[in-house]
């Protein structure tokens, strides 16, 4: 059942879609919600998306200190969005957000050290934050190499508890289970570190499993949903071209594909479904979320015409599809899907 807390913001937001009540049991009985949350490299704000229904979704705005942002999380037990600031490179949170139900101006309830130097994706484990970090780590061009910096929220701060050093650069991030599956960056990469929050030492790590995929040139955001066993990789294309040349890659029973994939090895394109074409305005997608409910895939695309959140539906034969929403967004750098 939702505290009367969480219906406040939301039931605002969904006016239109559902009668709402004083009652605590009738508006839990009526009221679903599903917001899209989203983070930017343009004004650093926290744009949340009711996207119940994409033909009448509504947008309030967190305005933010922080000036450029990448990762996002919403962690519903606390009430707390967290960004991964690009402009003072800590984690930030800004907590009681279901009590707003218009747009305003926020301050960070928890923060900690200062610690990356180029922040992208974060993934989350109970109370442990784990963020991708893209800058190079030992200071030699030449080699690839990032950082994944591990932050405990202990409810006031995040306190970073250690920093595991990889040997290639990072972009997204996402737990399944206790393995941390990671983006090879300026490759078709996808990697895993298995039972990753056991190393609890500051360390250099290589990852347990490496497979390339087939049809991707270069990936950078990445979503699992357990229900339906199904990962989504973002496929940038050139980094030269922003505007046209990108897409997205469907892998249904991830768990056995991925498996079934030797070490080093290729997943073949006749294991996917590509979305990608003209009719997309994909170019540069750099994160992606997925509502199973709907099969809605949500895109934070930074590139077409200075940057959109689109969705996708009926994605099941990928192809060109046209976006059955498209919003601009400057920079936009990150998604996180909520519903409940």
Same mark, same amino acid.
């Given at each position: 059942?939702?505290?009367?807390?969480?219906?406040?913001?939301?039931?605002?937001?969904?006016?239109?879609?559902?009668?709402?009540?004083?009652?605590?049991?009738?508006?839990?009985?009526?009221?679903?919600?599903?917001?899209?949350?989203?983070?930017?490299?343009?004004?650093?704000?926290?744009?949340?998306?009711?996207?119940?229904?994409?033909?009448?979704?509504?947008?309030?705005?967190?305005?933010?200190?922080?000036?450029?942002?990448?990762?996002?999380?919403?962690?519903?037990?606390?009430?707390?969005?967290?960004?991964?600031?690009?402009? %003072?490179?800590? &984690?930030?949170?800004?907590? +009681?957000?279901?009590?707003? !139900?218009?747009? $305003? *101006?926020?301050? #960070? /309830?928890?923060?900690?050290?200062?610690?990356?130097?180029?922040?992208?994706?974060?993934?989350?484990?109970?109370?442990?934050?784990?963020?991708?970090?893209?800058?190079?780590?030992?200071?030699?061009?030449?080699?690839?190499?990032?950082?994944?910096?591990?932050?405990?929220?202990?409810?006031?701060?995040?306190?970073?508890?250690?920093?595991?050093?990889?040997?290639?650069?990072?972009?997204?991030?996402?737990?399944?289970?206790?393995?941390?599956?990671?983006?090879?960056?300026? %490759?078709?990469? &996808?990697?895993?570190?298995? +039972?990753?929050?056991?190393? !609890?030492?500051? $360390? *250099?790590?290589? #990852? /347990?499993?490496?497979?390339?995929?087939?049809?991707?040139?270069?990936?950078?955001?990445?979503?699992?949903?357990?229900?339906?066993?199904?990962?989504?990789?973002?496929?940038?294309?050139?980094?030269?071209?922003?505007?046209?040349?990108?897409?997205?890659?469907?892998?249904?029973?991830?768990?056995?594909?991925?498996?079934?994939?030797?070490?080093?090895?290729?997943?073949?394109?006749?294991?996917?479904?590509?979305?990608?074409?003209?009719?997309?305005?994909?170019?540069?997608?750099?994160d992606v979320a997925y509502d199973n409910d709907s099969k809605t895939v949500f895109i934070a695309e930074a590139g077409n015409d200075g940057g959109r959140i689109l969705a996708?539906?009926?994605?099941?034969?990928?192809?060109?599809?046209?976006?059955?929403?498209?919003?601009?967004?400057?920079?936009?750098?990150?998604?996180?899907?909520?519903?409940?």
């Open positions: 059942m939702k505290t009367m807390k969480t219906i406040a913001l939301f039931c605002a937001a969904t006016l239109a879609l559902a009668s709402c009540s004083n009652n605590e049991n009738d508006v839990a009985v009526e009221l679903d919600t599903k917001i899209l949350f989203t983070s930017n490299n343009s004004d650093g704000n926290v744009n949340m998306y009711n996207v119940l229904n994409l033909n009448n979704v509504s947008k309030t705005t967190l305005t933010t200190a922080i000036t450029a942002a990448d990762g996002v999380f919403y962690n519903a037990n606390e009430d707390l969005v967290v960004q991964a600031s690009r402009s %003072t490179f800590g &984690l930030e949170g800004y907590a +009681n957000i279901t009590a707003l !139900t218009t747009s $305003t *101006t926020v301050t #960070a /309830n928890i923060s900690g050290s200062l610690d990356m130097q180029s922040p992208r994706e974060i993934a989350v484990s109970g109370n442990m934050y784990v963020v991708a970090d893209n800058a190079d780590a030992d200071g030699n061009d030449a080699t690839k190499d990032g950082k994944l910096f591990v932050y405990t929220n202990n409810g006031g701060n995040f306190t970073l508890r250690n920093t595991i050093t990889t040997n290639f650069k990072l972009w997204g991030i996402t737990f399944i289970g206790n393995d941390l599956y990671a983006i090879v960056d300026t %490759t078709n990469q &996808l990697a895993v570190f298995t +039972n990753f929050l056991s190393n !609890t030492s500051t $360390t *250099t790590l290589s #990852a /347990n499993k490496t497979i390339a995929v087939e049809g991707i040139v270069r990936t950078h955001g990445l979503t699992y949903d357990a229900t339906a066993d199904l990962m989504i990789l973002t496929d940038i294309g050139d980094a030269g071209n922003g505007q046209d040349d990108g897409g997205f890659h469907l892998i249904n029973n991830f768990t056995s594909s991925f498996s079934g994939t030797a070490n080093n090895g290729t997943l073949a394109l006749s294991q996917q479904t590509r979305v990608s074409g003209a009719n997309t305005l994909l170019g540069n997608p750099v996708f539906g009926s994605i099941g034969n990928g192809g060109n599809l046209t976006p059955s929403y498209n919003a601009t967004l400057s920079k936009a750098s990150a998604v996180y899907f909520h519903k409940e």
